[in-house]
């Protein structure tokens, strides 16, 4: 059985949604990041930078949440279509290095130290606010990211886009991004995905 190692964040919740929509049974091995558990010798020997999400799968471990994505989609054969390879991947790869990293920096600056840094809520609220209406766009173009099919490109963005209400940026103004949430929202995998530590009901526009 697939081990996961995941807090209650975006980056974990891609994971549980994954495990969820491929039907793999599998364990939460919660990682509490508030204490520091990322630091222990033994985790980092299965995630060198200190970071959630990690499985472990028989004998294997696999850390980063896009690698883990590209792993489960090529082992479950779901959610990455070969022929639409080069169009997933683009999108996947936006996420890992400017969606959730950006946002990241704006839930650190806006949610948690508000008030600290001027520059810093200012700076990210922009980028994320731009970041909105880039996919806006796109959705207003394609039923998913990636084209007509929903793949592992949406399911490492929408959990970002799950934080909304964080943003005050207004989610139910950008009308194809909303849709497109909404839509995957109302999976069941992801419904039991996102609420894999007790997280409740999916936030609405
Ligand atoms: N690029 C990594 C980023 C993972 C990441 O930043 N994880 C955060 C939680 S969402 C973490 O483990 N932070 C712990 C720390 O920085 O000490 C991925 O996509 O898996």
């Given at each position: 059985m697939i081990e996961l190692f995941a807090s209650d964040t975006p980056n974990g919740k891609k994971i549980s949604i994954m495990l969820e929509e491929i039907e793999f049974p599998y364990k939460v091995t919660a990682v509490d990041l508030g204490k520091g558990d990322q630091f222990d010798p033994k985790f980092i020997e299965i995630s060198p930078f200190s970071k959630i999400p990690v499985i472990k799968d028989d004998k294997e471990s696999v850390f980063g949440s896009g690698a883990i994505l590209i792993y489960l989609?090529?082992?479950?054969?779901?959610?990455?279509?070969?022929?639409?390879?080069?169009?997933?991947?683009?999108?996947?790869m936006a996420q890992m290095g400017l969606v959730g990293p950006m946002i990241g920096q704006y839930h650190s600056f806006y949610k948690f130290n508000k008030g600290k840094s001027k520059y810093g809520e200012e700076r990210y609220h922009k980028i994320t606010k731009d970041l909105y209406e880039r996919l806006n766009a796109r959705?207003?173009?394609?039923?998913?990211?990636?084209?007509?099919?929903?793949?592992?490109?949406?399911?490492a963005t929408w959990p970002w886009i799950a934080r909304h209400e964080w943003h005050d940026i207004g989610l139910g103004k950008f009308e194809s991004l909303s849709k497109w949430y909404m839509n995957i929202a109302e999976r069941d995998a992801v419904v039991k995905g996102y609420n894999f530590m007790g997280a409740g009901e999916i936030p609405k526009p």
């Open positions: 989609a090529e082992k479950s054969k779901k959610f990455y279509d070969l022929d639409n390879k080069v169009k997933i991947n683009q999108w996947l959705l207003s173009k394609s039923k998913y990211l990636a084209g007509e099919k929903y793949t592992i490109a949406d399911i």
